[in-house]
């Protein structure tokens, strides 16, 4: 199985479309997970074009987005289990805030965004893994988004692309 992994795509109700690269390098997943902050209900259906998406609400979203999905999920794949939340609070840092989270669950990866920073990390046996932002790079150098391949062995990179375009 191939997953997009996107967060914190903060797009209007005027965006028209997705960055070209992002599209492009999501074709042929099988499913998209969003680890929130959509910003505007319409870019659901931009993603959903592309694949079927799992997603969990943002602190920038409304009450329809969070209705939709909640602010927390635990996923699973096979034995492969994936928590998923933005991330968003205070004290701590996102990760920290991510992580903790799920202690009970204690997945095998916990997919968070809200702070825009690609992260990929084994954190005590957990897998943390935050996409960055396709949309808005912040400070980043550049825009970012992941793929998770699973199978007999699972694999999570980051990709990064300069125009969001």
Known sequence: MRIGVIADTHLSYRASKL?????AGLQGVDLIIHAGD?????????????APCESVAGNNDGDDIVERYGKKKLLSFGNFRIGLI????????????????????RPNMVIFGHSHIPFLQNV??????????????????????????????????????????
């Open 124 to 165: 005590q046996g957990t897998i943390m893994f935050n996409p960055g932002s396709p949309t808005d790079k912040r400070r980043q150098p550049r825009y970012s988004y992941g793929i998770l391949q699973l199978g007999e062995q699972w694999k999570v990179e980051h990709f990064f692309f300069d125009s969001k375009e």
């Open 19 to 23: 960055p070209d690269a992002l599209i």
């Open 86 to 105: 933005h991330g968003d609070g205070f004290r701590k840092t996102t990760e920290e805030r991510a992580r903790e989270a799920f202690e009970a669950e």
């Open 38 to 50: 959509w910003v505007s209900e319409h870019v659901i259906d931009l993603v959903e074009q592309i």
